[in-house]
T-cell receptor, first 114, second 114 residues
């Protein structure tokens, strides 16, 4: 079975500072990884995904993530955050077995401070 | 940009009552999903649906739950006799071809069972 761990439930950071949101996964088979963002009162929006190829994945809004198979991690980074990045961020994993259901982490609430 | 919509946004019900949560997936999508998030916990997979059949369901999706695509646009989740522990945010998602195609999520329905 797969699992996803997001160790940081909340991350406060000042505007224009860099941020890293951590995601670790556990799986006995090959995985595919996603980061979703949820703004207040909105649905989950895909930020980026890793399916294969380059381990550095670039997404929307200036975010990127690096797949590290040896460390079973898929950390999300942004070099300079804006107030508008304040949201909940979810890491998710799926595999090629079954119906590609997503296994989510508990989410990290990013709060960007002025 | 097409989006997944869900109604109602909030629902309060008494224990033992039936509730129906409604979703309108993106129009050309063929694969549909329900997830839920109990406050402070992970987003959990409930069920996937394709070609008018359940493709996969989780242990949570017991006989009290059912899904239906009553017409060409709606996708519903019914909870037959709600329990206190059914209180959660319920997310609907859809994807065009299933597999590793991106799942697009709705804004969720917050269900409170009293």
């Amino acid at each position: 079975a797969q699992s996803v761990t997001q160790l940081d439930s909340q991350v406060p950071v000042f505007e224009e500072a860099p941020v890293e949101l951590r995601c670790n996964y556990s799986s006995s088979v090959s995985v595919y990884l996603f980061w979703y963002v949820q703004y207040p009162n909105q649905g989950l929006q895909l930020l980026l995904k890793y399916l294969s190829g380059s381990t550095l994945v670039k997404g929307i809004n200036g975010f990127e993530a690096e797949f590290n198979k040896s460390q079973t991690s898929f950390h999300l980074r942004k070099p300079s955050v804006h107030i508008s990045d304040t949201a909940e961020y979810f890491c998710a994993v799926t595999t090629i077995s079954g119906t590609y259901k997503y296994i989510f982490g508990t989410g990290t609430r990013l709060k960007v401070l002025a | 940009e097409p989006e997944v919509t869900q109604t109602p946004s909030h629902q309060v019900t008494q224990m033992g009552q039936e509730v129906i949560l409604r979703c309108v997936p993106i129009s050309n999508h063929l694969y549909f999903y329900w997830y839920r998030q109990i406050l402070g916990q992970k987003v959990e997979f409930l069920v996937s649906f394709y070609n008018n059949e359940i493709s996969e369901k989780s242990e949570i999706f017991d006989d009290q739950f059912s899904v239906e695509r009553p017409d060409g646009s709606n996708f519903t989740l019914k909870i037959r006799s709600t329990k206190l522990e059914d209180s959660a945010m319920y997310f609907c998602a859809s994807s065009e071809y299933g597999g590793l195609e991106t799942q697009y999520f709705g804004p969720g329905t917050r269900l409170l069972v009293l």
